[in-house]
Structure formats: C-alpha cells, structure tokens
C-alpha cells in the first residue's frame, strides 16, 4: 500500500467516486468530501499529503480550499480540477500554491502522472523534514527526542512557521511534551524577549487575569514576553471573560492590565496548548468561536507515548544519560528485560512519566545498568496478564509480530523500521514479501 494519503473534494457524487475508484488502485489510501467544509473537517483530523480539489463548489470553493490548506498545512499539496478553466483562476490558484491545476475532461493518465509527481513531491518533503530533525537532534540538547514519522512531520511544520508570527495550537496529552514543542518554536524563531509559560488551570479568574495581563501598574506575562512567546497551558481552562481579552490581543494587538483601562500593545506571539479539542468546547458553548480561530492559525498535534512506542528507547537512554549526569551515576545501560517492561507498559503519564521513571531508577541503582527490578512493580502487569491468557508462541511467529509492530510505529516506513529492528532493508522486504505469500 502506498503511504500517501489523498482526499478527493467534489461536490459531483459520481467525479468523487470515479477519481477514488481510479486513486484507490493506484494503492493510495483515499477519502471524499463533497465540499470545502467537509473537507476542512477532514484536514483537521487526518494527515493527507495531496488534496485533489473541485474549483467550484457551494460554500467554501476550491480557491478558498486552497488558502486555508497551504495556510494550515503548508505540506499538504493541493491540485486544483475544474471544468471552468480561464487564465485568472489558473493564476490564482497558482498564486496561493496549487501543485497543478487540471482541466475536465481530463485523461486519466495524465491524472495518474500528475497525482504521482504530487506524492512523490509530498513524500521529498517529509524526508528532508526527517533529515533536518534528526540534525537538529544531534546538535547541541534537543528538546523533541522522536524518530516516529508524524512527530517528525510535526517537527517541520513547527520549524516551518517558527519564523512567523502566527498563533500555534498545540494538542496533546499532559505530558506529551507540548511546553517543550512550544519551546523549541521559540528558539527557532529568532525572537528577541523571553520565552514565558504560564498555566490557565487551578487558578482564580482574578489571579490569572493578573498573571497574564497584569494588575494596576504592575505588569503580567504579555508584557514579560514582548518580542518573545507567550505559552499558554490549558487554554482550555480559561475563564469566559479572559478568552475575551485574549481575543482582543490576537486580534488587534491590544490589552489592559486588571483594574485599568488603558490600552497597552501586545507583542508577544501566543502559543496555546490543549489536551481536549477547542471545537467540541465551541460547540457546547464553553469556548469562544472566534478566539478558537485566532489560536488555531497553525495546530502541531502530539502522539501519546503508548501510540509511538518506537520512541521509548530512544527517550529512555536520553534520560538515563541526563539522570546519570545529574545525580553523579555511572550508569550507561538499560538491561533488556527492563526495556521489555518500559515497551509494554502504557504510559498514562507519557514522556513525563518515562523520564520520572528512569530517574527514580538511576537514583537506585547501584550498578552500570538500569535492571528490571529498580523499575516499578506496575509496569510489569501488563506483561503477566498476557502471559497468563496467551499460549506460548513460537520463535517465528514472535519475530512476525515484532517485526510488524515496528512497521506500525513507524507509519510502514520500511527503512527507518529495519533500522529499529536493526536489520538491512533487503532482509526486511524478503520478511513481508515471505509474510503476504503465507497470507
């Protein structure tokens, strides 16, 4: 199956389904929407390296589409079809970043090479990303530890708009590493001031009102970042008549201490964070519409821990040397049995509880190694459930399952799975080519 992801928009029934009958065979995975709304909606769920877009639709049409893509998802390739083709769309659509723009009727060869030079174009993109993570990881102390490819994708999109000033919505779990994705934007974003946190939970109205905007003549934490970034926690959690001071700063640039009127300038760049979704809050009146618009310029979604699995070595022995460090340890290594429990363990907690868990490890141990038994006792449950209800299995069969288990964290990336696995990719390939002739 080809990993690109493609979403076919057309509000004619019968071009959605003849272009994904046409696309699906091709081996790319592919979704309709039958307008620009449904497509959006689409977008903001689902990673898709090419959009196949009609130019008129009712409501939001193919331009707009356009736009709002290439603002949001600047990846995401977009190819523009219409049966209403003149110059000045063609320059438009152009304009705002369209890959090709297509003429119906169209051949379905020619839509063939088109989508293929589109995807291979989108699929470029996402190695260099890779690329350019994986240096910035080996320079200095890197703040994302990942080699999970939708991590890697939300890394350079992040680099990508670091040196703007728009507004970022980060969303994820507590834990998953949102304040250190927030930081690193501002240490790529050549901003001059003070990179400043502050978290919208568990506090009055009146105390967050002064902690952010300021009270009387003393300043807040808008004024402490001016020039730098504004990272709001839990945005979620903020109080109705305070989402309505921070709309006014997002939108005019403008604020006012607590306890006065006098309007001050604004010029921190806000960065907001969320572990529930803003528009379901909108929808049930809890969030306001246009403040969620304002933050959700450019939304960076986190995985869990338990949902890149992959990344758990990694993380762990970048702990493990932090820890080592900080307590004056010589421990260098974690044993294999306690990787096993690390890699089957949950982790309700995410890369926050990983790090808590190898260094109360560390702090233990007496040796070279982090052993089984300086982890917790819980981490080990999971395993001896499974133990009990499973049959044992044979060599070959676990090799199987570990093998596509690493295929699954890496999104089917072949060559970043055997390295992983720490095989050559030509023995990976006769593995699944040997798995899909035993079916």
Avoid at 103 to 122: H, N, W, Y
Avoid at 175 to 199: P, Q
Avoid at 381 to 392: G, L, R
């Amino acid at each position: 199956m080809n990993p690109t992801r493609i979403l076919v928009v057309d509000d004619e029934e019968i071009a959605r389904r003849n272009l994904s009958h046409v696309l699906s065979r091709e081996g790319y995975t592919v979704d309709c929407a039958q307008d620009g709304a449904a497509a959006l909606a689409l977008l903001a769920e689902n990673r898709y390296q090419l959009v196949l877009t009609d130019l008129r639709m009712p409501g939001i049409d193919g331009l707009e589409l356009l736009r709002q893509t290439k603002q949001r998802w600047p990846d995401t390739e977009v190819i523009m079809i219409t049966a209403h083709a003149n110059a000045a769309s063609a320059v438009e659509a152009m304009t705002n970043g369209a890959f090709y723009y297509v003429e119906k009727p169209f051949r379905l060869p020619d839509v063939r090479k088109i989508v293929g030079e589109a995807a291979q174009k989108a699929a470029l993109k996402r190695e260099n990303a890779s690329l350019k993570a994986a240096l910035d990881q080996a320079a200095g102390e890197p703040r994302i530890i990942s080699n999970n490819p939708e991590m890697l994708a939300t890394l350079g999109t992040a680099d990508g708009i670091a040196l703007t000033d728009c507004a970022v919505l980060v969303v994820g779990e507590v834990g998953s590493g949102r304040e250190a994705l927030a930081r690193h934007i501002h240490e790529k974003s050549e901003r001059h001031g003070s990179f400043v946190a502050i978290d919208c939970a568990a506090k009055s109205e009146d105390a967050l009102a002064a902690e952010i905007f300021g009270h009387d003549s003393q300043p807040g934490a808008v004024e402490a970042a001016a020039d730098g970034t504004l990272f709001l926690d839990d945005i979620d959690a903020l109080p109705a008549a305070l989402q309505a001071v921070l709309r006014r700063l997002l939108h005019d640039g403008e604020f006012s201490r607590s306890g006065s009127s006098q309007p001050l300038r604004g010029t921190a760049r806000i960065i907001a964070a969320s572990e529930r979704d803003l528009a379901e809050l909108v929808q049930q009146g809890q969030f306001r519409q246009d403040l969620h618009y304002l933050l959700n310029v450019v939304t960076l979604p986190l995985l869990p821990l338990r949902k890149r699995r992959g990344d758990i070595p990694l993380l762990a022995m970048h702990f493990l040397k932090r820890s080592a460090q900080r307590h004056g340890k010589n421990v260098t290594e974690i044993t294999p049995e306690a990787f096993d429990r690390l890699l089957g363990y949950a982790f309700p907690g995410n890369i926050r509880e990983l790090e808590s868990i190898i260094e109360r490890g560390v702090a233990r141990a007496t040796g070279t190694a982090l052993s089984a038994d300086l982890l917790p006792a819980e981490l080990g449950e999971n395993d001896a459930e499974q133990d009990q209800a499973s049959p044992i299995k044979t060599l070959e069969q676990l090799e199987r399952e570990h093998i596509l288990k690493a295929l699954e964290h890496t999104g089917g990336n072949r060559a970043l799975a055997a390295q992983l696995l720490g095989i050559d990719r030509v023995s990976l390939w006769r593995k699944l080519r040997r798995y899909n002739e035993e079916g």
